[in-house]
């Protein structure tokens, strides 16, 4: 009964790097949520995915911030040349279907742009 | 001891004492919340939830009461543990699967 997982759980890149964090849902979920979270704040809801669709990206910001969930393998938000401001907390949660409210969230990948 | 919602993010008891943590939240066309528990470095915990045909809802040692009136959600825990030292957040969902959360509360259980 593992949960959710992702990884890696610290990440350290320079600024103008790519950034790519993994979320592999709990069995059974085919509903994956990214969340941010600076620093003593509430979370912050990025994108909603399922498998291969991407259902709601109203949080994402407009550039350098994509989100896919292949019908294979984990779900990977994508942070391109990334800058000091995007050194957050960034948490995955997932949930069984649509109707099913209750998200599970992972441990978390702490980013650190340098 | 009692917080009063986002105004005040720190709240401080006793062990052995009751604990309440309040939420105000935002728009009356939510429908159901959830409290969250997150302790330092690791992801939010699912605590309790409620939907809005309710007024209250219990589980082991915590209770969550919602007044829709004033859009006001606390959350109780009895006989407050050093082990419910962590921040808490209410979240809402208005509609579909995209919660909003609350700034947070940081719980802090004096031994």
């Known amino acids: 009964n593992a949960g959710v997982m992702q990884n890696p759980r610290h990440l350290v890149r320079r600024r103008g790097q790519e950034a790519r964090l993994r979320c592999s849902p709990m069995?059974?979920?085919?509903?994956v949520y990214w969340y941010r979270q600076l620093p003593e704040e509430g979370l912050k809801f990025m994108v909603y995915?399922?498998?291969?669709?991407?259902?709601?990206e109203s949080g994402m910001p407009k550039e350098r911030f994509s989100a896919e969930f292949p019908k294979e393998g984990p779900s990977i938000l994508r942070i391109q040349q990334v800058v000091r401001g995007d050194s957050a907390a960034y948490f995955c949660a997932s949930s069984r279907g649509a109707n099913t409210y209750e998200q599970y969230f992972g441990p978390g990948t702490r980013l650190t742009v340098t | 001891g009692e917080s009063v919602g986002l105004h005040l993010p720190t709240l401080s008891v006793q062990e052995g004492d009751n604990s309440i943590i309040n939420c105000a939240y935002s728009n009356s066309a939510s429908d159901y919340f959830i409290w969250y528990k997150q302790e330092s470095g690791k992801g939010p915990q699912f605590i309790i939830d409620i939907r809005s045909n309710m007024d209250k809802r219990q589980g082991q040692r915590v209770t969550v009461l919602l007044n829709k009136t004033v859009k006001h959600l606390s959350l109780q825990i009895a006989a407050t543990q050093p082990g419910d030292s962590a921040v808490y957040f209410c979240?809402?969902?208005?509609?579909?699967?995209?919660?909003?959360f609350g700034t947070g509360t940081s719980l802090t259980v004096i031994p």
């Open positions: 979240a809402e969902n208005q509609s579909g699967n995209q919660f909003y």
């Open positions: 995915l399922q498998k291969e669709n991407i259902i709601d």
């Open positions: 069995k059974g979920h085919s509903h």
